[in-house]
């Protein structure tokens, strides 16, 4: 990612400064980060880049599966369950290379830019070539992901996964095999390869408890601790699973990863959705956090996860696009609080505050990038711009503008993403990736049969 240390000044014309939008704020930039923060300045100084409308600092998107954004519309047709789903997601999974991976990532990381997301955590599991033969560099995927993060011009925590077994006690499928490493010691060797460079992190990822032996848990677990790395897992995504770990270990997957040492500040449960109280106790109480990601949740008719419960517990919220059915962190706020409504009959589980503090500040911290996500001095110059002047947004006044973010605003309403002090999207137009639907359309198309 390139990072100028020619200083910048920006104006925003309104900004959400974690409590309240403050109207007519400059902001001084070097070395992609924030120096001073000037509120009360009524018109832009000479000079400065003039962001109007409403902004936020990036949103974070705390979950993604990159690749999963070819199965978009294709995985809508009929009906099935998850597992029938998880079919076609397989079979699109063996036909990605390391070129055509980074084109699709390249595209889709874009997209997300295009939807103010300024950083992703990228749950990255496919590692080798179809059959399990490691590429020549047996880091060839996940160096495609983190290179293309770079040209699409937002950060990258590339979560590398674990991914060992089909089920509890079950070697890899045929489709899995270019998943696994055999064991989590060849893992762990394989992704101390990987090195971190300024727009990217290296973290680690359980895939779940089905897919990692019991007793080779702590060795992840471990590898993210000596290296203070984010460590993500996805928990109790489905009842099957929970039912699985019961009948083999006597225990929920949550207990599960107690036992072994996986729960803790660094770690983030993706989905945390079929928990018992006392799962979420644990979670909570360990500091643990939960990604939410209500839309692929209801594309795949997962159920409402208890994450009012769970942050009442001590665990923070971030938010994940997922299987990527939509790209819009508005969205998967929005549908945090709507979901939630639904599933008590009750409004107001969280404020519009809150929600974008899942978005921004804490989606950031559980991707290991605790400077950024706010817009103060000392943080990452990374700014999310949303006009207030759209058929969605116009009308309420500037001052509710976390609410109409929320509650009103989508991606299509992002006019600016700046990253690092450079301006990566201006007025709604990528400035290094020429026709991102284009670039998307023919990503998808090299991956059809």
Do not use: K
Not at 384 to 394: C, E, H, Q
Request: a negative charge; one cysteine or more; glycine letters at 10%.
């Amino acid at each position: 990612m390139h990072v100028t240390a020619t200083p910048r000044t920006y104006w925003l014309e309104h900004a959400w400064l974690g409590t309240h939008v403050e109207p007519g704020v400059t902001t001084e930039v070097r070395g992609g980060r924030i120096t001073a923060v000037r509120p009360d300045t009524p018109a832009p100084p000479p000079g400065a880049e003039i962001l109007r409308g409403l902004t936020l600092p990036g949103l974070a998107n705390a979950h993604s599966h990159a690749f999963h954004r070819a199965l978009r519309s294709t995985v809508q047709v009929g009906s099935g369950t998850f597992w029938t789903w998880r079919e076609i997601m397989y079979a699109t999974a063996d036909r990605l290379t390391p070129d055509t991976y980074h084109a699709l990532a390249r595209a889709v990381y874009a997209e997300m830019a295009l939807a103010g997301i300024t950083a992703v955590g990228e749950f990255h599991y496919v590692h080798h070539a179809p059959g399990g033969t490691p590429y020549a560099d047996p880091n060839a995927m996940g160096e495609a992901l983190v290179e293309a993060a770079a040209e699409a011009g937002i950060r990258i925590t590339l979560l590398d996964t674990a991914y060992l077994s089909s089920g509890f006690g079950q070697p890899p499928t045929t489709h899995q095999l270019r998943f696994s490493d055999g064991d989590a010691d060849a893992w762990a060797q394989r992704c101390s390869a990987l090195g971190e460079r300024d727009h990217a992190r290296i973290g680690a990822a359980v895939h779940s408890v089905r897919a990692v032996p019991a007793e080779q848990l702590a060795t992840v677990a471990r590898w993210a601790e000596e290296r203070r790395a984010p460590l993500h897992v996805h928990l109790s995504e489905q009842t099957a699973e929970n039912d699985a770990c019961r009948e083999v270990h006597g225990c929920t997957p949550a207990q599960l990863l107690a036992l072994h040492g996986v729960l803790g500040p660094r770690t983030t449960g993706v989905h945390n959705t079929h928990l018992t109280a006392e799962d979420i106790t644990l979670i909570g109480g360990s500091g643990t956090g939960t990604c939410m990601c209500p839309t692929t949740e209801r594309d795949l008719a997962d159920g409402i996860g208890p994450a009012a419960a769970l942050q009442n517990e001590g665990s923070p919220l971030s938010l994940g696009s997922d299987s990527h059915a939509v790209i819009d962190l508005l969205e998967e706020a929005r549908a945090l609080e709507l979901d939630e409504r639904l599933r008590t009959r009750t409004r107001g589980h969280w404020t519009a505050a809150a929600l974008l503090r899942a978005a921004t500040a804490d989606g950031h911290a559980a991707l290991g990038w605790d400077d950024t996500g706010r817009i103060e001095a000392g943080a990452r110059a990374d700014f999310t711009t949303l006009a207030l002047d759209s058929v969605r947004t116009a009308g309420p006044p500037p001052r509710l503008g976390a609410e109409t973010a929320v509650f009103a605003a989508t991606a299509a309403d992002v006019r600016h993403t700046v990253v690092a002090g450079r301006h990566v999207v201006r007025d709604g137009a990528h400035t290094l990736v020429p026709d991102v639907p284009g670039a998307l359309a023919r990503a998808v198309e090299a991956l059809r049969v």
